[in-house]
């Protein structure tokens, strides 16, 4: 066969470079667009930040906080999570204490100082001051810091004590034993409890630590070597025949029990909370919810001035590259302009189709998928999800992920659909009303609900009961 050419027509579908910016911006959060605006601001002399005094001031009508600076990603509908929903065990595992060891700011007449904090101390430099003032030989003191150095964040040794002197030089000839009466001088210093090697050694060690005048200390102690998934399963029967014990008395153990600390070193560790800063904020406004864009949350972005009158003056070759500079700052500004126009766009269409969830709350929102939403603003869905990904909506209800208002629908008996988000409401406010001596199961709750119209099965239930972080009803029924 002989080379040939051959002239053919076709059509296909070509991402520009502005389009594919355009994309990448839209699906970015606002945490990411900033960093994003940051890079390119570096890298682009024809891009700079606007002032601050160009730009209109927040909405007047939302004076907190939150408005115009970060607002957590908890929003207060998960804040008002009811706390008795966790059993003991739960509670046990979870308590503690919650780290902040406060902050020190700057002085506010001097800006050239930036807010400093202040040094926290962790939990290995607190157990080494107590290690430095015990009056123990050179070997024995290397070998507690070594213990104290294997503990992890809250306080517990899960290395086993063989695992250990594997880890030491042979030529020291350490012995288990020596490890053991280590382990027992860092089990003595505090926080009492730091040391344990489980949850059960742990509430003994703070139990120990009590005056011997303590009422129930044997029982609870007894109880806590003993029987203590007994006392998560809440099988209180059980517990009173095992411990000889009445229900006052029980209550006296479990009362004692469930006021120590299972993390002790849980408070010398600082977490940082997770900040976002909302996009998009909703208030009332004679009588209709309105949709507004934070100012807090956009980018400042004009074209430097300087730069952009020598390219106007002189287009010759010479300044090819500060033209395409010129060109990617223009695609920059407008395509972050017409990022928040479409989230504004897509927020505002889901405030009126949940306008009922602004004015009464969860139990009012409706179901809605994302189709809905990308038919109404002729959107493809694949853009109407970018939008509502990572990006948030502050409310006077609390601060929301925009796909929150997106969920799935469960029929009624009308021949109506009631939300997913809506029937979570509604468990949780049955279970927090319920009876604790005589819980309601997932059967009973599904027939509540049923007595509503809304037809739900039992798996559905605990599915969402789950979803909730509500223990089952054997975990939830009180002495």
């Not at 997770?274 to 998009?280: A, C, K």
């Not at 990617?328 to 500004?333: D, G, N, P, T, V």
Request: proline share 5%; charged share 25%.
């Amino acid at each position: 066969m002989k080379p040939t050419l051959q002239l053919k027509l076709s059509q296909h579908l070509t991402l520009t470079p502005q389009l594919q910016q355009s994309i990448r911006l839209l699906q970015l959060s606002t945490l990411e667009l900033n960093a994003e605006v940051e890079r390119l601001l570096q890298e682009n002399p024809l891009l700079e930040k606007a002032d601050e005094d160009e730009t209109p001031a927040p909405p007047p009508e939302f004076s907190m906080e939150a408005s115009t600076a970060t607002v957590s990603t908890e929003s207060s509908a998960s804040d008002d999570r009811d706390e008795r929903s966790a059993g003991d065990f739960d509670l046990l595992a979870n308590a503690g204490g919650d780290g902040d060891w406060g902050s020190a700011s700057g002085d506010d007449d001097d800006e050239n100082f930036s807010p400093q904090q202040v040094a926290t101390c962790s939990l290995r430099d607190h157990l080494n001051a107590q290690l430095a003032l015990c009056n123990l030989p050179l070997r024995d003191r290397q070998i507690v810091s070594a213990l104290i150095d294997a503990l992890d964040e809250d306080g517990y040794l899960q290395t086993s004590l063989d695992e250990l002197v594997e880890l030491f030089p042979d030529e020291l000839g350490l012995e288990a034993d020596e490890l053991s009466i280590g382990l027992r001088r860092l089990q003595n210093m505090e926080p009492a409890g730091v040391g344990a090697r489980d949850a059960a050694e742990c509430l003994g060690l703070q139990l120990k630590a009590k005056p011997a005048t303590t009422p129930l200390l044997a029982e609870a102690m007894k109880l806590v070597e003993q029987h203590l998934p007994l006392l998560a399963a809440r099988d209180f029967g059980k517990l009173k025949r095992l411990l000889h014990i009445d229900d006052v008395e029980l209550r006296g153990v479990r009362a004692l029990i469930t006021s120590l600390n299972p993390r002790p070193g849980a408070e010398f560790s600082r977490t940082e909370a997770n900040y976002v800063i909302p996009d998009v904020v909703v208030r009332k406004v004679r009588g209709k919810w309105i949709a507004a864009l934070n100012d807090a949350a956009m980018p400042k972005l004009r074209l430097n001035r300087i730069y952009a009158d020598i390219l106007t003056r002189n287009r010759d070759s010479s300044n090819q590259q500060l033209a395409a500079q010129l060109q990617e700052a223009k695609w920059l500004i407008r395509n972050v302009q017409q990022r928040f126009e479409t989230i504004l766009r897509v927020s505002q269409a889901i405030v009126d189709r949940q306008r009922h969830f602004f004015d009464h709350g969860d139990v009012a929102m409706r179901p809605m998928v994302l189709r809905e939403i990308a038919e109404i603003l002729s959107l493809h869905e694949s853009t109407i999800s970018r939008v509502t990904t990572q990006k948030y909506m502050l409310t006077e209800r609390g601060t929301y992920e925009l796909k929150y208002f997106f969920g799935s629908h469960v029929a009624t008996d009308t021949g109506g659909a009631a939300s997913a988000t809506a029937i979570r409401a509604l468990i949780k406010q049955l279970i927090a009303a319920e009876d604790r001596n005589i819980p309601l199961t997932d059967s009973r709750i599904a027939d509540l609900l049923g007595d509503q119209g809304i037809v739900v099965a039992r798996r559905t239930i605990a599915k969402y009961r789950e979803a909730l972080q509500i223990p089952p009803v054997n975990l939830r029924k009180t002495m």
